[in-house]
């Protein structure tokens, strides 16, 4: 076995994609309602279940909030952006894609200064890229019966209320580098999207999620030689 001094160090490289429900009152491309907590299958029209004929229009309420958002996270705003559909198939997407948003996306190349206390260490701020913002449309959700999981259950039912509701998703650089860093990221993007009120941040309810996307390997090396691999 190699000496453990021999051994690369290990360092987390971490970046994370923030998906935030815009506060709207109804959905990103049709006038369905968004409210939360009602009966399941009652905020449904035939745009969200994407029914023959149906053409989704943009709410410009979504698109407002999205720009505010984006300024706030010193995002540049594209003067050209569209919309694209990302295919995949499962329950909880009825017209089996989302619409979403991936070579034009509304903003691009921004970034976020954050404070980070780590345990044992001095504060110290650290400035956080964002590479974008795009809007996109939330899927419906699964309720599994006879078990809280997939596993066990007995069956599963559908509740397609959320499918259109508005969401902006943020992507960071992997500028992280411990899990400190990333709370604290991911509160302030929490505490500006709230101040702005552009949506509520009741994670309960899901209008603020974040997720890791970029665990890697950068060993010892000087930042110009540096080659980020994943670990195996």
Same mark, same amino acid.
């Given at each position: 076995m190699a000496d453990a001094a021999t051994q690369p160090a290990w360092e987390a490289v971490i970046g994370l994609e923030t998906h935030v429900q815009l &506060?709207?009152?109804?959905?990103?491309?049709t006038a369905a309602s968004t409210t939360f907590g009602d009966d399941p299958n009652t905020h449904i029209d035939p745009v969200v279940c994407g029914l023959p004929g149906t053409l989704p229009v943009l709410n410009q309420k979504v698109l407002e909030y999205a720009v505010k958002a984006a300024m706030a996270l010193n995002l540049n705003i594209a003067e050209h952006s569209k919309f694209d559909r990302k295919q995949y198939f499962y329950p909880d997407l009825p017209k089996n894609y989302q619409i979403?948003?991936?070579?034009?996306p509304i903003a691009e190349e921004g970034w976020i200064e954050v404070e980070v206390a780590e345990k044992g260490k001095d504060t110290y701020l650290k400035?956080? &890229?964002?590479?974008?913002?795009?809007?996109?449309?939330?899927?419906g959700k699964l309720v599994h019966a006879g078990s809280d999981r997939l596993a066990g259950s007995t069956h599963s039912l559908v509740d397609y209320n959320r499918a259109g509701v508005a969401l902006a998703e943020i992507v960071?650089?992997?500028d992280l580098r411990t899990g400190r860093e990333a709370a604290e990221y991911a509160s302030e993007i929490r505490r500006i999207m709230r101040y702005l009120g552009v949506s509520d941040g009741n994670i309960r309810r899901g209008p603020c999620v974040a997720t890791s996307t970029s665990p890697c390997d950068g060993g010892r090396m000087r930042p110009s030689a540096r080659r980020w691999r994943s670990r195996t």
């Open positions: &506060g709207t009152d109804s959905k990103i491309f979403s948003q991936y070579d034009q400035t956080i &890229g964002i590479e974008r913002l795009h809007m996109e449309e939330d899927a960071s650089k992997p």
